[in-house]
């Protein structure tokens, strides 16, 4: 489960320093610049802040009815780990708000304490989906292992990537500029691949723990119902930071057309 808001905040900051470099240094002025990167991303921004309030209002309200099973997020994710032979997946509990994660490298499932420890529907829908992600990774669940794979090559484009644009934005009138612009693009990119790849990722989750809530027995149909909202509102914040990557690429791509017919 995470937040929006502060990546997208951080992308819009990031991209509006490096439009100020290119924009102040080649005549178009900075009102031009940034008026139209806040064109392409405020609107991907005001998504990711709607999902981020959207999950936050939906986990409030379930968090504070109790399920018909009386059972704990950790028992929930417990039933489903032993369910499918993950008897040796341990389960911690974590401070902070909705920083319940799977942890593939430690084998562990880690709850925040208002998950670990409560009797309500959002706790077990929470639960329940980080106990898919477990699942998912013994399964060897394709999608998981892509996005498995692709962590460091991610971490590395998003992090070069807004360099090299920067740089290229500095010599944009040259070939050399034009060219680092189309490298780091390119990097940059790797970060909306990952979103793409995450998003079926934590579909896939969610739909395995209604699964399992819905079959078990020890559910009611209002439990189902109230983790179903719970789990689609988490999920809008992952459509929310696809739409954020994808907007910026977009962003960045009619700059680097405009730099290459100028240096035409």
Same mark, same amino acid.
């Given at each position: 489960?995470?937040?929006?808001? /502060?990546?997208?905040?951080?992308?819009?900051?990031? @991209?509006?320093?490096?439009?100020?470099?290119?924009? $102040?240094?080649?005549?178009?002025?900075?009102?031009? @610049?940034?008026?139209?990167?806040?064109?392409?991303?405020?609107?991907?921004?005001?998504?990711?802040?709607?999902?981020?309030?959207?999950?936050? %209002?939906?986990?409030?309200?379930?968090?504070?009815?109790?399920?018909?099973?009386?059972?704990?997020?950790?028992?929930?994710?417990?039933? *489903?780990? +032993?369910?499918?032979?993950?008897?040796?997946?341990?389960?911690?509990?974590?401070?902070?708000?909705?920083?319940?994660?799977?942890?593939?490298? +430690?084998?562990?499932?880690?709850?925040?304490?208002?998950?670990?420890?409560?009797?309500?529907?959002?706790?077990?829908?929470?639960?329940?989906?980080?106990? $898919?992600? !477990?699942?998912?990774? !013994?399964?060897?669940?394709?999608?998981?292992?892509?996005?498995?794979?692709?962590?460091?090559?991610?971490?590395?484009?998003? %992090?070069?990537?807004?360099?090299?644009?920067?740089?290229?934005?500095?010599?944009? @009138?040259?070939?050399?500029?034009?060219?680092?612009?189309?490298?780091?693009?390119?990097?940059? %990119?790797?970060?909306?691949?990952?979103?793409?790849?995450?998003?079926?990722?934590?579909?896939?989750?969610?739909?395995?723990?209604?699964?399992? *809530? $819905? +079959?078990?027995?020890?559910?009611?149909?209002? +439990?189902?119902? @109230? /983790?179903?909202?719970?789990?689609?509102? /988490?999920?809008?914040?992952?459509?929310?930071?696809?739409?954020?990557?994808?907007?910026?690429?977009?962003?960045?791509?009619?700059?680097?057309?405009?730099?290459?017919?100028?240096?035409?």
């Amino acid at each position: 489960m995470t937040g929006v808001m /502060a990546q997208g905040m951080v992308q819009l900051m990031a @991209g509006s320093g490096i439009m100020s470099l290119y924009y $102040g240094g080649y005549g178009y002025g900075y009102g031009y @610049g940034y008026l139209s990167y806040l064109i392409y991303m405020l609107p991907a921004l005001l998504l990711g802040l709607w999902a981020q309030a959207k999950v936050k %209002s939906t986990f409030k309200k379930y968090n504070r009815i109790g399920n018909s099973g009386h059972i704990t997020g950790a028992q929930a994710a417990r039933m *489903i780990l +032993d369910q499918n032979g993950l008897s040796y997946i341990r389960i911690e509990r974590i401070n902070g708000d909705l920083t319940d994660h799977y942890d593939p490298k +430690d084998g562990v499932i880690r709850l925040s304490t208002a998950v670990h420890d409560s009797t309500s529907i959002g706790a077990v829908g929470v639960a329940a989906h980080e106990a $898919g992600h !477990a699942v998912q990774d !013994a399964e060897e669940y394709a999608p998981i292992r892509i996005r498995n794979a692709i962590v460091p090559v991610c971490n590395f484009g998003s %992090s070069v990537g807004p360099i090299l644009i920067m740089i290229g934005c500095i010599f944009a @009138g040259s070939r050399l500029g034009v060219n680092l612009m189309f490298f780091g693009i390119l990097l940059f %990119s790797l970060v909306a691949v990952f979103q793409l790849v995450t998003l079926p990722v934590e579909l896939n989750a969610s739909k395995r723990a209604l699964q399992v *809530i $819905g +079959d078990s027995g020890r559910f009611g149909e209002e +439990d189902y119902k @109230g /983790a179903k909202k719970v789990l689609t509102a /988490a999920a809008m914040t992952y459509v929310a930071a696809l739409v954020t990557s994808v907007m910026q690429v977009l962003y960045y791509v009619t700059r680097y057309l405009g730099v290459g017919r100028r240096d035409d």
